[in-house]
């Protein structure tokens, strides 16, 4: 396996001839990490650079909130002109559009200079996209440096997300673990007690059955079973049924092996016997805001949507991802790094500039206050003088932030079809949960055409 990331550490397209410039994500060597290549801008030195980033294209808090942040950015640093536009393209989840928006602004000649890019995507990114490895430009401390922070570290498990082959990527931003939302005003009227969520996925059921009998309203959405929704957290499902979807060394496809066929039939029977509705995510997530379903396990992306949907209206609450039965619950990632694709040296001490701005203290505290995601400095929530008072108003993160403990990463599918791959297996998990298809062929036919997708060993 060509990561870097221990195990137990950790958000279209046919192969481009895509041609190198500069420095590529596969040719530096140890020999150019320990000092910067690039020079530091003078003061009045004016750079301009595109940030292109899927947070622009969702309304309401993410957009406002880096809005806000680029502001701050430009205010310290003035001679920096920022220009933050969204992936071009018309897919309802934004981040399904960044990599054939990127390709097709490259192809053009005018990528953006920094893009903020799923961890699924990490090998294109690195492979394909040319992704400057981060050590090799502004050196080994530089990128400690910046993990170390002034006052507040990285949790240890988020540093190595975008690592590969000894060398980083990119700088993990905004990410979340599946955290089981619930509406604790409907247990209560299902007769549930709302301090006791459930902790395995047979409770899960069991709960979302009394719900939809004795209220009529859903009993549970599990985000993490269709094409729109990625496979970060069905990879997570499947690793706490004690499976993958892939083999460690990237070879071999898994996710037609028993571990992940359970996970889509225990998701089958839970539409099957009505406690989960037939609605797609933006449904999903909309319907559960609305108070209309008793629990949800989703992004802490959308946390702010809950609660925005419960106010004076119903009791939200959140608790760790449920288990199968004695296994221990296996968090993924869900998310995305920050990555410079300029071969521009200005250009690329502007881009990192920016994303030590967008990394620092400050703009985790607003991110985290006003969007929901972890504020991947970690001891923020715990500092008197900065995130403590809000953790404590705010106990929705409490479970994300106690599941980086086990957290693992969300893995890349390899090669230039990796896209294709994940959505072949995407689509055949959806059918299956929502359209009835016979779990076991279903899987094995998907395994076999992702197999024949796969890159020549």
């Known amino acids: 396996m060509k990561r870097?990331?221990?195990v137990l550490g950790l958000v279209f397209a046919a192969a481009l001839a895509l041609t190198s410039c500069g420095l590529s994500g596969t040719t530096a060597t140890d020999a150019t990490t320990s000092a910067s290549q690039v020079p530091e801008l003078r003061p009045d030195q004016q750079v301009s650079i595109v940030f292109e980033s899927y947070n622009y294209g969702l309304a309401g808090p993410w957009t406002d909130t880096f809005n806000a942040l680029i502001t701050d950015f430009s205010k310290k640093f003035?001679?920096?002109?920022?220009?933050?536009?969204?992936?071009?393209?018309?897919?309802?989840?934004?981040?399904?559009?960044?990599?054939?928006?990127?390709?097709?602004?490259?192809?053009?000649?005018?990528?953006?200079?920094?893009?903020?890019?799923?961890?699924?995507d990490l090998d294109f990114t690195i492979h394909q996209l040319n992704a400057k490895p981060l050590d090799t430009?502004?050196?080994?401390?530089?990128?400690?440096?910046?993990?170390?922070?002034?006052?507040?570290?990285?949790?240890?498990?988020?540093?190595?997300?975008?690592?590969?082959?000894?060398?980083?990527?990119?700088?993990?931003?905004?990410?979340s673990t599946p955290v089981l939302y619930y509406n604790a005003s409907l247990f209560s009227k299902a007769g549930l007690d709302p301090a006791n969520p459930p902790a395995t996925w047979q409770q899960v059921a069991d709960d979302a059955k009394a719900i939809t009998t004795k209220t009529g309203q859903g009993g549970v959405y599990v985000d993490c079973l269709t094409k729109t929704a990625k496979d970060w957290c069905f990879?997570?499902?499947?690793?706490?049924?004690?499976?993958?979807?892939?083999?460690?060394?990237?070879?071999?496809?898994?996710y037609s092996d028993?571990?992940?066929v359970e996970v889509t039939k225990m998701a089958q029977d839970l539409v099957n016997s009505g406690s989960m509705p037939k609605l797609d995510q933006k449904?999903?997530?909309?319907?559960?805001?609305?108070?209309?379903?008793?629990?949800?396990?989703?992004?802490?992306?959308?946390?702010?949507?809950?609660?925005?949907?419960?106010?004076?209206?119903?009791?939200?609450?959140?608790?760790?991802?449920?288990?199968?039965?004695?296994k221990p619950a296996v968090p993924t990632n869900s998310g995305a790094g920050l990555h410079i694709l300029t071969s521009d040296p200005a250009k690329q001490r502007a881009s990192w500039e920016l994303i030590k701005f967008l990394t620092s203290a400050d703009s985790y505290t607003k991110i985290a206050q006003n969007i929901g995601y972890l504020p991947l400095r970690t001891d923020l929530l715990t500092a008197p003088n900065e995130l403590a008072d809000w953790a404590t108003k705010n106990p929705l993160l409490t479970p994300n932030v106690a599941q980086l403990a086990t957290m693992e990463p969300w893995v890349s599918m390899p090669g230039n079809n990796y896209l294709q791959i994940r959505d072949n297996m995407m689509d055949a998990v959806e059918s299956i949960v929502f359209q009835g298809k016979d779990p076991q062929s279903t899987l094995t036919a998907a395994r076999d055409q992702g197999a024949r997708l796969l890159p020549a060993s």
């Not at 559009?97 to 893009?115: E, F, H, L, R």
């Not at 997570?236 to 898994?254: A, F, H």
């Not at 992306?301 to 209206?313: E, L, P, Y």
């Open 258 to 260: 028993a571990p992940a």
């Open 283 to 326: 449904q999903g997530y909309e319907s559960f805001a609305r108070g209309e379903i008793g629990m949800i396990l989703e992004t802490s992306a959308i946390q702010g949507t809950f609660v925005a949907g419960a106010k004076d209206k119903w009791d939200l609450r959140s608790a760790a991802m449920p288990r199968y039965g004695d």
């Open 137 to 175: 430009l502004f050196g080994k401390a530089a990128v400690q440096q910046n993990f170390d922070g002034a006052k507040y570290a990285f949790a240890p498990k988020a540093r190595t997300l975008d690592d590969w082959d000894g060398h980083t990527y990119g700088v993990p931003f905004v990410f």
């Open 78 to 120: 003035p001679n920096i002109k920022v220009t933050a536009q969204k992936p071009q393209g018309n897919s309802p989840n934004p981040a399904t559009d960044t990599i054939s928006s990127i390709q097709n602004q490259m192809v053009a000649g005018a990528p953006p200079d920094v893009a903020q890019l799923g961890f699924s």
């Open 4 to 6: 870097t990331v221990p």
């Open 235 to 254: 990879q997570s499902m499947v690793r706490s049924n004690g499976g993958r979807v892939i083999s460690e060394d990237r070879k071999t496809l898994t």
